[in-house]
């Protein structure tokens, strides 16, 4: 299994661009979430989805959209890109078990910068 | 708006040392707390996941403790090697079933001096 994989590892963008951030697993995992991590800010999560059809706003939506059609992919989309937007981009996957949510499974992030 | 705080923010022990970090959380309606192990430039492994009903977990040399009451944690890694220099974070999931994402603290970077 590859778990969770993010494409592109790196990007680099200019003001105004949009792109969209991939990600995949193939754990058949219910639950996955974007989260951003900036230096002495931490990890902070961005959207997250229970279920394939279903997406939720976290702490810091604005600027980003998210779609879960299928239960393996959850794509991350920058709508007109800002430099504020310079960050690390993580995604995780989880899955409901019998004594409820399991372990996070991150991917090994994408490295965005906005000129 | 649940909180976590992470003490200290920086370590550095001589190798075999036994230590603690420390996580506090403001909201104790949590679902569970997890920790994790990030380094350089990598993304994150997940070490120990507690679940609220649960007092503490154990993996090999680490021994994690949950004290839903007082908001607290702690992550105890025992003989500590130089292998386990990394930052370690903790992070706690919310009321909604572990299924609506996760708050972090800002971790705590350990270097251990061989």
């Known amino acids: 299994n590859a778990g969770v994989t993010q494409t592109p590892k790196f990007q680099v963008l200019k003001t105004g661009q949009s792109m969209t951030l991939q990600c995949a697993q193939d754990m058949n995992h219910e639950y996955m979430s974007w989260y951003r991590q900036d230096p002495g800010m931490g990890l902070r999560l961005i959207h997250y989805?229970?279920?394939?059809?279903?997406?939720d706003q976290g702490e810091v939506p604005n600027g980003y959209n998210v779609s879960r059609s299928t239960t393996e992919d959850f794509p991350l989309r920058l709508l007109s890109a800002a430099p504020s937007q310079t960050s690390v981009y993580f995604c995780?996957?989880?899955?409901?078990?019998?004594?409820?949510?399991?372990?996070?499974?991150f991917g090994d992030g994408t490295r965005l910068s906005i000129l | 708006k649940q909180e976590v705080t992470q003490i200290p923010a920086a370590l550095s022990v001589p190798e075999g040392e036994n230590l603690v970090l420390n996580c506090s959380f403001t909201d104790s309606a949590i679902y569970n707390l997890q920790w994790f192990r990030q380094d350089p430039g990598k993304g994150l492994t997940s070490l120990l996941l507690i679940q609220s009903s649960q007092r503490e977990q154990t993996s090999g040399r680490l021994n994690a403790s949950l004290d839903k009451s007082s908001g607290r944690s702690t992550l105890y890694i025992a003989a500590s090697q130089p292998g386990d220099s990394a930052t370690y974070l903790c992070?706690?999931?919310?009321?909604?079933?572990?299924?609506?994402?996760?708050?972090f603290g800002k971790g705590t970077h350990l270097i251990i001096q061989p």
């Open positions: 992070a706690a999931s919310g009321s909604g079933g572990g299924a609506d994402g996760l708050t």
């Open positions: 989805s229970v279920g394939a059809g279903i997406t």
């Open positions: 995780a996957s989880s899955y409901l078990g019998v004594q409820g949510a399991s372990e996070e499974h």
